[in-house]
């Protein structure tokens, strides 16, 4: 499987203001949950272990999403398996790809609110 990023990048001098990269962080926080929720509505094991294992982390500003079963890669890439209406395989790969705008747009608002203030 070979991971699927997301790349944004602000060289600006204000965003690394304390206060700037506070508002770059709390945008990336909502995008990671965002994208989070979406991969969780497609996994293919409705409402069981796999699902409640995602976990969408942060360290400064990169961000992580990741699912910890025994199980969790088998079912992201194993493409002739079966699953309930609207849970597949690739369901976070899937979520990352169908998200990338919603993500721009919450990351950029704070940011776009905070640049004009």
């Known amino acids: ?9 602000w060289t600006g001098d ?3 203001t304390q206060r700037g990269r506070r508002v770059a962080e709390r945008g990336l926080d909502r995008a990671l949950e965002h994208v989070l929720g979406v991969s969780n509505s497609r996994v293919p094991l409705e409402e069981g272990t796999l699902e409640r294992s995602g976990k969408a982390s942060r360290e400064g500003l990169n961000g ?3 699912y910890d079963t ?7 890439e194993e493409l002739t398996w079966r699953h309930l209406p ?4 690739k369901y976070l790969e ?3 790809n ?16 905070w640049l004009r203030g």
């Open 86 to 89: 609207g849970r597949r395989a």
């Open 98 to 113: 169908d998200s990338r705008e919603t993500v721009a747009r919450l990351m950029a608002v704070s940011l776009r609110d």
């Open 14 to 16: 204000r965003l690394w």
């Open 64 to 66: 992580t999403i990741s």
């Open 70 to 76: 025994v199980y969790a890669v088998r079912q992201h």
């Open 1 to 9: 499987m070979s991971p699927q990023y997301a790349r944004m990048e």
């Open 94 to 96: 899937s979520a990352v």
